[in-house]
Each structure stands twice: as structure tokens, then as C-alpha cells.
């Protein structure tokens, strides 16, 4: 049994991934320019936090999948 990449689907995946990183970029953005539209500080701090984490774990998805369809 050998295994092949469904290049057609990766590349899906990586157009996924990469909009959904553009989206959260501009949350971030967003709540950076307004954080007093945001509510109060714990909260903003908070949105922050989530907003960074996604975004390292999508940049971290977007290199994996990219290697692989170098490979």
C-alpha cells in the first residue's frame, strides 16, 4: 500500500489557512487600534492572548503544510 498526497486538497487547506490568518490579523489589528471599544482591559488583554496563540498555531500549520507540498 503506498500513500499519496492529495496536492489539490493540501492546497485547499493552505488557501483555508491562509484566510483564516488574513481574519485574525485583523482582529488583532482592530482591537490594537480600539481597545477601549473592546471593554475593559482584562478583556481586551485576554482577546489578545487567544488572538496571538491562534495565529502561532496557524503559521506553524501553514509551514507544515507547505513543506509537504514541497516534498
Given at each position: 500500500m503506498s500513500f499519496e498526497k492529495d496536492v489539490k486538497l493540501l492546497q485547499r487547506i493552505l488557501?483555508?489557512?491562509?484566510?483564516?490568518?488574513?481574519?485574525?490579523?485583523e482582529h488583532k489589528e482592530s482591537e490594537n487600534k480600539n481597545p477601549l471599544d473592546s471593554g475593559s482591559d482584562k478583556t481586551n488583554n485576554?482577546?489578545?492572548r487567544r488572538l496571538e496563540r491562534n495565529l502561532d498555531n496557524l503559521y506553524k500549520k501553514r509551514i507544515l503544510i507547505i513543506k509537504e507540498l514541497e516534498d
Open positions: 488557501l483555508e489557512t491562509e484566510q483564516r490568518i488574513r481574519k485574525l490579523e485576554e482577546t489578545l
